[in-house]
Each structure stands twice: as C-alpha cells, then as structure tokens.
C-alpha cells in the first residue's frame, strides 16, 4: 500500500504546482543568481544547496510504486587573491550527501536514471581543485567532474532524466568521473577570445564504484589498470541574424585505454574514443528581453560498436523561458534522448540482446518561485526501458524542488 500513496501524492502535487502556476501573478520572480552562497567571509564563500524529488512510476517498466530521494551539496570556495594576493587562483572543496530509493533500481528497471540525483545513499568527498588562470589559460588540477567541465548542453541541462547529462556515450561505456564520483584529473583552456576556445582534459580511467570501492570519494589511486580517459572539445560563440541570437557550437572527441578488458563488448580490447557535436542556439528572442524566448540543443556522437556498450547517442529538444505571461525566469522543455546499444554486446549468459536502445520523451516546467526556490513537475515516458529487457514502456511522474543559498 505504501508505494500506492507515495504515487497518488506524486501525481496530486505535480497537478497542485501546474495549476499554481497557471494561476500565477503577473509579476515574475526576481532573475535568479548563478549561484547563491549562505555566507561569505573575505575570500571565502560557503555555497549550500539541496534538491528533493518524489517521482511515481505511472505504468510499465519493472512494477508500479513511487519513491523520495535528495541531495544535499556543500562546499567551501576561495578566490586566492583576497586571501594571499594570489593572483588568478581559486580552490573548491564540497561534498554531497544523497539519500532516498531509486525510481530506477526499484521500479523502472531503465538504463537511463530517470533521476539525476540518483545515487548510493551516502555522505562523500566530491570536488576538490585548485585553479590557475594566466591571462587567456585556465588550469584546474584535482579531484574534477568530466560533466562539469566537457559534453554539456546548456539548453538541454534543464532536463532531470540522466540521459540528459553526462552523455552516455561516456557515462555508460567507462568509469569515467561523472556524477556521482568525481576522480583525480586536470583539464587546461585556452580562450582565444569572446568567440572561440579549447580545452583538454585527461582523468583516472577507473573512477571507481560509488556503492563499493568508492562510497566515500577518497579513491584516489591512479594506477596502469586503471587506464586513463582523454577529451579534447571546442567551443565557437556566435550570434545569428540581425537580432543576434546566441548560439554555442562544440566539437569534442574522447579516447580511453583500460587493461580491464571486461570493460568493452568484444573480448582483447584494450582501447576505446569517439566523438561528438553539440549545438545549443536561440531561434526566436521576444521583443525587448535579452533572454526569454525559445531555444533549441543538439548533442549527437558516436563510438565503435565492438569497443562500447553505447556506440550511438542522440538527443535534441527545445525550452521556452517566459512562456507564460508574468513568469519570466520559468522554463518550459520538451527534449527527446535515444540511446543505442551495441549489436556485439552479450548479457551475464553470453547470450546477443534481444533489444539495442531506449529512448526518452521528457516534458518538464521549472518554476523560478523565489530568488532562492526552484519547483519542477516532470513527466517521462520511457520507450523500452533497461534497452535490453522485455518490459513495457514506462510512463514517469514527478515533482522537484531545489533550494540554493
């Protein structure tokens, strides 16, 4: 009985936040900061923030039923030069706290986390670097997220399905450093000028387990097993037309070498890379605003297929900030991922998969309700979920909310 009403409230409190906002006011929320910090000292600033969401499986997937999780993110960041007088440099230190079941593991059995929040329930070190910039270069050596810094879509980040975020063709066929575990890196940029850049990043190929040999973010050995990922990505800024939309192009490629051959699905690999293009551009700005309007995201790349588990990905969608009259900060999305699994890939039996993708449709509506609260409906509907299992297509429902000082 208890997943039954953890669902019905699900769906009763995405209806009760649609239905706040279509009787919004006419006056939007102040524009929210990039980020909000609860205190700063000097040099010092202290973000805090926490995101909680319940999400229902409707119908479909493994069984019905619902659940609750949360992250609670805290850190410590310093500017160097009001601290010591050291010019350019900076530091972050933070660690999570994640908590709550798994839609996924419990209910939907996807190969895409519904959630990304999703996560072993634990309390760990996350990020910890030290930046350098130096005139056009920047220098970030540490502890690093390869999602932080690579492969990322701004339009598409608005978007809670894990496909969303770390690209799978990476998040998927390696250990790589992604959310939830962050591993020993270092990634150098170099800003041409206000259009152009490029960067590279090489990290530890064996992250590590977040729900065994790295439950607490301290896996810091960096060995020849373990291997090593590589990505190289460009950026081009531009703005289009007479009314100048922005837009941002990148081209990125990624090369990752491992002695654990278990890793890829033909046996004797020692090597895997690939590539991909991501576009993210601005097709219609409303008269007289600098930002609200629709905006459209691509990502797409590829992988060989007996080297990778996902050796094609695609998604793509479109989000309107300002939609509605008198909610300016608000975004509403529509987004579409589609992952495919390789035809040389075998389950624990040896046995060809009988299904090779999955694919997600996510309309989702983040409300700005204050400078400081965000609330977000979410519905997914998973065609083939787990890619591989015979299960009935998923019907997800869900509300979030985050809160950041």
Request: glycine letters at 12%; hydrophobic letters at 35%; one cysteine or more.
């Amino acid at each position: 009985m208890y997943p039954k009403n953890n669902l019905l409230n699900a769906v009763l409190l995405a209806g009760m936040a649609l239905t706040s906002i279509a009787n919004a006011g006419e006056t939007a929320p102040p524009e929210p900061e990039a980020a909000k910090c609860a205190l700063t000292l000097g040099g010092l600033s202290f973000p805090v923030s926490y995101t909680g969401e319940t999400f229902g499986n409707v119908s479909g997937g493994y069984r019905r039923g619902a659940i609750y999780e949360g992250l609670l993110n805290i850190g410590v960041q310093g500017d160097l030069e009001k601290l010591l007088g050291w010019q350019g440099g900076s530091f972050l230190v933070s660690g999570i706290n994640t908590h709550g079941s798994s839609l996924t593991d419990k209910y939907t059995r996807d190969f895409n986390a519904v959630s990304n929040i999703d996560a072993y329930d634990t309390t760990r070190l996350y990020e910890a670097w030290f930046q350098q910039d130096i005139g056009q270069w920047s220098i970030r050596l540490g502890q690093i997220l390869a999602d932080a810094e690579f492969f990322v879509s701004d339009s598409g980040a608005v978007f809670i399905n894990g496909a969303f975020g770390a690209i799978p063709l990476i998040s998927q066929n390696y250990g790589a450093p992604v959310y939830p575990v962050a591993a020993p890196g270092a990634r150098v940029r170099y800003t041409f000028n206000d259009s152009f850049s490029v960067q590279a990043g090489i990290f530890d190929g064996s992250a590590g387990d977040q729900g065994s040999d790295n439950k607490y973010g301290t896996h810091w050995k960096w060995n020849g097993n373990d291997g090593a990922l590589a990505i190289a990505e460009g950026a081009y800024t531009t703005k289009l037309g007479s009314e100048g939309l922005p837009g941002t192009y990148k081209v990125g490629a990624f090369y990752f070498r491992s002695d654990e051959t278990d890793l890829f699905p033909k046996e004797g690999r020692r090597s895997s890379g690939g590539g991909y293009f991501i576009a993210d551009q601005q097709v219609w700005r409303e008269t007289g605003t600098e930002d609200q309007g629709l905006n459209a995201f691509l990502r797409i790349g590829g992988a060989p297929s007996d080297r990778a588990l996902v050796p094609f990905y695609f998604d793509a969608g479109v989000n309107y900030k300002g939609l509605i009259p008198g909610r300016d900060s608000d975004i509403t999305a529509l987004g579409l991922s589609y992952t495919h699994i390789s035809s040389d890939a075998r389950d624990d039996e040896g046995a060809a998969l009988e299904r090779h993708h999955e694919t997600i449709v996510e309309l989702t509506y983040k409300v700005q309700a204050t400078e400081w609260l965000t609330v977000q409906p979410d519905i997914q509907y998973i065609f083939n979920p787990g890619a591989s299992e015979k299960q009935d297509n998923a019907l997800v429902a869900g509300l979030r909310f985050n809160v950041s000082f």
